[in-house]
Nanobody, 116 residues
Framework: QVQLQESGPGQVKPSQTLSLTCTVSGDSITNRNVAWNWIRRPPGKGLEWMGIIAYDGSTYYNPSLKSRTSISRDTSKNQFSLQLSSVTPEDTAVYYC????????WGQGTQVTVSS
């Protein structure tokens, strides 16, 4: 079973960069079968896919967020990370990391509030 755990600050100020890390156990982030995703849920809204990092480190982003989003990884720690720049209060959400293949595993989610 794959386990994922998000970590990072719970509050970020407007115009700053939000940084989160997902620590993975039970599988390798270099598994070519698995897509490693960041997804968020703003309050009162549905899930929004933010981007993916594949087994080879290639990345793909939601076009609506692409200019502000970066996903990277540290294979030595089996972690992948999200950076979202120039945040506004509209970026307040619960942020999830996700592993997707024929199955889907989710982290528990972490609340990030953008506020001064």
């Amino acid at each position: 079973q794959v386990q994922l755990q998000e970590s990072g600050p719970g509050q970020v100020k407007p115009s700053q960069t939000l940084s989160l890390t997902c620590t993975v156990s039970g599988d390798s982030i270099t598994n070519r079968n698995v897509a490693w995703n960041w997804i968020r849920r703003p309050p009162g809204k549905g899930l929004e896919w933010m981007g993916i990092i594949a087994y080879d480190g290639s990345t793909y982003y939601n076009p609506s967020l692409k200019s502000r989003t970066s996903i990277s990884r540290d294979t030595s720690k089996n972690q992948f990370s999200l950076q979202l720049s120039s945040v506004t209060p509209e970026d307040t959400a619960v942020y999830y990391c996700n592993a997707q293949w024929v199955w889907s595993y989710w982290g528990q989610g972490t609340q990030v509030t953008v506020s001064s």
